[in-house]
């Protein structure tokens, strides 16, 4: 079955720098990942995904770019803010499937 | 449109019991999908219901069980509940997974066995 590795478990920015997460998947078959972003008692929120035809998308802050012969993608967050920490969580999957493969989730704090 | 609903809230059983949890789809939506949360684990897939049918079981022992009606809300079952049974427990939704992926979680059922 599919699998995912997320990198870093924690990563602490301070306020205005980047962050980037990184992931890999196994099963060359998954074309679609998306991201998201889970605040302390919340709900996980869908934030950005990319599919397997497109190498990368962007919406505002935040970017996600997909390199399918080495199988992995990453979330870049720019001029990060306090707001933006949460734990993020990537995600594999397959159409048809009905599920999906998480990444263990990284922890990201911004610093004021 | 409503988001993802998911009753009750919050539980707490005692080992050997057992539990019914309900999740209401996005109107529309005709399939829901199950996850448990644990810190430990992260987000692990139970199973997922389409047009009242499992089509994906995740790892999970026999005890886990779920079913799915004609308006597409789903309901899962735990039975002889174990303390490792504690967890966050989300149902996601989605359109139509032939066409597409996209999953809009519940706000979960905490679930603490004592």
């Known amino acids: 079955g599919e699998n995912v590795e997320q990198h870093p478990s924690t990563l602490s920015v301070q306020e205005g720098d980047s962050a980037v997460i990184k992931c890999t998947y196994s099963?060359?078959?998954?074309?679609?990942f998306p991201w998201y972003k889970q605040e302390l008692g919340k709900r996980p929120q869908l934030i950005i995904d990319?599919?397997?035809?497109?190498g990368e998308k962007k919406d505002q802050r935040i970017a996600v770019t997909l390199n399918k012969t080495a199988k992995h993608f990453s979330l870049h967050i720019t001029e990060t803010q306090p707001e933006d920490s949460a734990v993020y969580f990537c995600?594999?999957?397959?159409?048809?499937?009905?599920?999906?493969?998480f990444g263990d989730g990284t922890t990201l704090t911004v610093k004021p | 449109k409503a988001g993802v609903t998911q009753t009750p809230r919050y539980l707490i059983k005692t080992r050997g019991q057992q539990v019914t949890l309900s999740c209401s789809p996005i109107?529309?939506?005709?399939?829901v999908s199950w996850y448990q949360q644990t810190p430990g684990q992260g987000l692990q897939f139970l199973f997922e219901?389409?047009?009242?049918?499992?089509?994906n079981k995740g790892n999970f022992p026999g005890r886990f069980s779920g079913r799915q009606f004609s308006n597409s809300r789903s309901e899962m079952n735990v039975s002889t509940l174990e303390l490792g049974d504690s967890a966050l427990y989300l149902c996601?939704?989605?359109?139509?997974?032939?066409?597409?992926?996209?999953?809009?979680f519940g706000p979960g059922t905490r679930l603490t066995v004592l």
């Open positions: 996601a939704s989605s359109p139509d997974p032939n066409i597409h992926n996209e999953q809009f």
């Open positions: 099963d060359s078959a998954s074309n679609y």
């Open positions: 990319i599919r397997s035809n497109v």
């Open positions: 219901y389409f047009s009242e049918t499992q089509r």
């Open positions: 995600a594999a999957s397959k159409t048809n499937a009905g599920k999906s493969t």
């Open positions: 109107s529309g939506h005709r399939s």
